[in-house]
């Protein structure tokens, strides 16, 4: 099993024996750089944000509920309640499948997307039309920015100096393989 003493070998590196390791997404996170704890923060704030909301907001409606039945002196008042909470309810529901789908068609501020869909009528009881949203505010489907990728950055100008030199890693590497 090589990869079993590669990581043998490397837990000696650290003074540590095999049988004395357990690995957990915590533990390895904390090993990390602060630049991909910063990268993992940023990828799971959105979730964890649009969890809690959700969480709240159900905590909430039950409260609602255990009250309205309590303090409801005739039925019609109680009616009339539980009306409201079912509406209520059925928005927190539709909020929390938006939620859930939004995540998977790259939505990247879900409650933002969630009221701009509301207010132009994109969500129904089957769902959200997500196409239609993306194509009538495309920055809520931005996602992370990358910078470009060009091999010839941060070369001061965008030539070498010196006699034959490149302008770009690309013309470096067609000079070096004998083409144009």
Do not use: C
Not at 68 to 73: D, H, P, R
Not at 170 to 177: F, N, T, V
């Amino acid at each position: 099993m090589p990869a079993a003493d590669n990581q043998s070998e490397m837990l000696a590196g650290r003074g540590m024996r095999r049988e004395n390791f357990t690995m957990d997404f915590g533990t390895w996170i904390d090993e990390q750089d602060d630049e991909t704890k910063a990268m993992m923060t940023a990828h799971t704030d959105g979730l964890r944000s649009a969890l809690d909301s959700e969480r709240d907001a159900r905590k909430q409606l039950a409260a609602d509920l255990k009250m309205a039945v309590s303090s409801s002196g005739d039925a019609g008042e109680m009616r009339q309640k539980l009306e409201v909470m079912q509406t209520d309810l059925m928005a927190a529901s539709g909020r929390a499948d938006f939620y859930a789908n939004g995540h998977k068609a790259g939505v990247s501020n879900l409650p933002l997307a969630f009221l701009a869909a509301r207010e132009a009528g994109l969500v129904g009881k089957d769902g959200a039309d997500f196409e239609k949203l993306k194509g009538d505010y495309p920055e809520l489907f931005a996602g992370v920015q990358r910078p470009s990728g060009n091999a010839g950055s941060g070369m001061s100008g965008g030539a070498a100096t010196g006699s034959g030199a490149a302008s770009s890693m690309d013309d470096l590497i067609r000079q070096q393989a004998g083409v144009g």
